[in-house]
């Protein structure tokens, strides 16, 4: 009789440690998600306020720019005082060349208009101080950091401006190396005229 209690008790600490370890797994699958959950509703709302904030631009810069009136004027100083762009504005009209064309003739985004989405997401992403982007994008495990977001994509078609960022996002516990998803994320705003 006693021999049988010794080997259920053994047995209960075999089950323990398969359970324990499955849970472990669980647990881990489960940071790991919401990690990259938690990403890409980052992203989506910067890319979002990004579209918006450009959209704005094309106004501010044709409306009060070239207005004639007492809005010219201060919207000139304005230039003045911050070198012709901060990072939540941009002085330069670049709606209307935000495209080229390439060695085959297709279109593709101009690198002036990658410059500045860039610049403005990572101004929305960080809340204005950009030293801070690649610690925020190391957090998400966003794969190369600033540099692995892929903004070629965007347009301005129809008065219409389309952003829209491709990156790659590893997971925070890999298993059997893989451990990586591509995601494209995109919004659409309106440009104001």
Do not use: P
């Not at 009209?93 to 985004?109: L, P």
Request: glycine fraction near 10%.
């Amino acid at each position: 009789m006693e021999k049988r209690q010794y080997r259920e008790k053994g047995l209960l600490s075999l089950e323990a440690c398969i359970a324990l370890t499955i849970f472990m797994f669980l647990m881990l699958f489960m940071y790991s998600f919401f990690v990259v959950f938690e990403a890409r509703n980052e992203m989506a709302h910067v890319l979002l306020s990004t579209a918006d904030s450009l959209a704005l631009d094309a106004y501010e810069n044709a409306g009060l720019g070239d207005s004639g009136t007492i809005g010219q004027v201060i919207y000139t100083l304005y230039g003045m005082a911050t070198n012709g762009h901060s990072d939540f504005t941009d002085y330069r009209s670049w709606h209307k060349a935000a495209t080229a064309k390439d060695d085959s003739g297709n279109e593709v985004i101009s690198g002036e208009f990658e410059d500045i989405i860039r610049t403005r997401f990572i101004a929305y992403l960080t809340g204005g101080d950009s030293s801070k982007a690649e610690q925020i994008l190391e957090r998400y495990h966003v794969k190369g950091g600033v540099g692995g977001l892929d903004f070629s994509l965007s347009r301005v078609k129809d008065g219409k401006l389309y952003l829209v960022v491709k990156y790659t996002l590893e997971y925070e516990f890999q298993v059997f190396n893989g451990g990586q998803s591509e995601f494209e994320q995109s919004v659409c705003s309106k440009i104001w005229k």
